[in-house]
Structure formats: C-alpha cells, structure tokens
C-alpha cells in the first residue's frame, strides 16, 4: 500500500520504521527533515511537502497537537484536497477531529489515536482506538495493522476515537497521581517506595500502566522523557475544553493539572509525565 507519513517526532519515527518493514510503500514528510534521514536509508522516499506526501492511499499523521496538525492540513501545501485518505493518529481536540471530518469528508478521514509509549511503538504493539465511516476505516485497516497489536472501532464519527483516547489519557494521569500520593504515605511510614511498588503492582493494581509508571515513580528516572509531561498537560487542558463544552464535572482533573502545572514550572520542559509524582512528593515537604 502506497502510505504518507507526517510527523517524525518519539512516535512517528518508530510507527513509520514498522511501515517500512512491513512492506508498505512509505512517502515521509516532517517539519525537521533531518529526522527522516535513518527512514529514507531504510527504504523510504522523501516528500518536499505534505501535499507531496499525500498522493497515495492513505496519510497518517502523528504531530504534537491541533496546531501542528492545523499547520500540516489547513497550510501552505497542506494534505487537504488530496487524494490520500488522511488517517489522524495525534492525540488532538474533539473540536479538531470534527472540524477534520467536515473539511475532508466522511470518506476521506478516519481518526485513529493510539495508546502505547515509544517502546510500544518501536515494537508496533500500539492499540489503535478507531472511528470513522466503515469503508473508510477497512481502507485505514492494512497501515494501521503494521503499526498496532489491536484496532478497536468505537463509532462511526471519527471524534469519537478522541474522546476515548482522551479519557483513556485522563485515566493514566488520575492512576499515576493516585500512586504518587500512596508511595508518599507509605513511604512516611518508611515504608521503601520499591516495596510498595512490589506489592501493588503483583496483587490488586497489577496492570501495565502502573507498572510503566510505578517503576519511573520508585527510580525517579524522568529523563528521558517518553511521554513528556508537557504533552500529558495539553492532554488534560483538551480533556477540561470537552467537559467543560458538555457540563461533565470532573473535579479530579483539576488536581492533576496543578500538580503537571507545578513540576513544569520548578523543574522544565524535559520531564516525564511521571515527574507530577514529584509535584505530590513536595507537597508533603518529602
Ligand atoms: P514529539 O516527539 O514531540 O513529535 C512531535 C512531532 O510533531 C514532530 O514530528 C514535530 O516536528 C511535529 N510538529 C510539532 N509542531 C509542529 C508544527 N507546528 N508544524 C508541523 N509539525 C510540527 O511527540 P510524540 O511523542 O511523537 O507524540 C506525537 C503525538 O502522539 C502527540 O499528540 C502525543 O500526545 C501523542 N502520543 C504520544 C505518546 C508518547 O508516549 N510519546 C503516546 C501516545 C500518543 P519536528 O520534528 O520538526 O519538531
């Protein structure tokens, strides 16, 4: 299948590579070009833009947040009007994706967020959370196959695969506070955060999140970060615009922001997600 990939950010570069080794035909596009040079030496051609990149079957993109996707479909030699059918894999707003959907047509969009961090992606062992019109989504099926271990279909509006995704995010987010605060407590007791982590993780929260998560909470290794907190913060800021439009209350989500909020703010740019962990450690002075 003839494939166009745009965005070869942590998950972009690892997604397209599993294009490549399946088989597909992959045409790249990425603001830096720079970063396709390992995937061009690999078998993939060059796009001079994203119009260029969107000339075959389908295009995926995998960019940071709704400007950037803005940038790539609505701007100068932009993906719109051309005849790939675009696959939106970024984690972007409710609002975006149905603006996506409207611009390109029912039969030329299908929203496909993912859950996975880079391991996830490098191995193609990503879930795939799906929406859009069936032919559209049996077109997406073969590309999203190479990058993914399951492909769930949750409606026929592509948004809705946004709003899953979103509250998926929100889940990881409250699951990462609500052990941050429990290794704090017990930790109090001097109780070690490692023992703590054994315990959870082997018996009643014995899941992969905590476990991703847990594990970065014990070490403190927030560098490099996978999925950096700053995106985690876009995440909630899209999740409070949707509850907020719809009047669903969701008071925890207010808790977590201020916690990413605050280890953005004292410690930078470049942390993990599970640096919040830090946010709740320092506001029990520990
Ligand atoms: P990333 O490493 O920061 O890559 C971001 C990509 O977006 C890069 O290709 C970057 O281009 C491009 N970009 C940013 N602003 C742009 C603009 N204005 N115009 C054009 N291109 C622009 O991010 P990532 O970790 O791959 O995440 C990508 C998406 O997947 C995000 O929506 C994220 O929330 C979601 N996601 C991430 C994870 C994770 O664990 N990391 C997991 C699931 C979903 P340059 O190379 O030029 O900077």
């Known amino acids: 299948m003839k494939v166009g990939f745009i965005g070869l950010g942590q998950m972009g570069s690892a997604m397209a590579a599993n294009l490549i080794r399946r088989g597909h035909e992959v045409t790249l596009w990425n603001r830096s070009l720079d970063k396709a040079a390992g995937l061009v030496a690999a078998g993939a051609k060059l796009a001079s833009s994203p119009a260029a990149a969107a000339q075959g079957d389908v295009v995926m993109t995998m960019l940071a947040d709704d400007a950037a996707v803005e940038a790539v479909v609505y701007g100068d030699k932009g993906i719109l009007e051309q005849p790939a059918l675009h696959i939106s894999q970024s ?118 999140v905590l476990r991703t998560y847990g594990e970065l909470l014990v070490t403190e290794a927030f560098q490099p970060a996978g999925f950096p907190a700053t995106l985690g913060l876009k995440d909630m800021n899209l999740v409070d615009a949707v509850a907020g439009e719809r009047q669903v209350p969701m008071p925890v989500l207010g808790v977590m922001r201020d916690h990413l909020r605050s280890v953005i703010a004292t410690e930078g740019t470049e942390l993990d997600l599970a640096a919040m962990g830090l946010a709740v450690r320092r506001s029990a002075n520990r």
């Open 91 to 208: 984690t972007i707003s409710v609002d975006l994706a149905d603006r996506l959907a409207r611009s390109h047509g029912a039969d030329a969009f299908v929203s496909a967020p993912v859950f996975g961090r880079p391991p996830a992606a490098q191995a193609g062992m990503l879930f795939v959370i799906a929406a859009g019109q069936n032919a559209a989504l049996e077109a997406a099926t073969p590309a999203l196959e190479a990058i993914s271990q399951s492909i769930f279909r949750v409606g026929s509006s592509p948004s809705q695969a946004n709003l899953v995704k979103l509250g998926g995010n929100f889940m990881i987010v409250a699951a990462i506070e609500a052990f941050a605060e429990a290794m704090t407590l017990v930790e109090s007791g001097n109780v070690s955060r490692r023992d703590f982590y054994e315990v959870i993780t082997r018996t009643i929260f014995n899941f992969p």
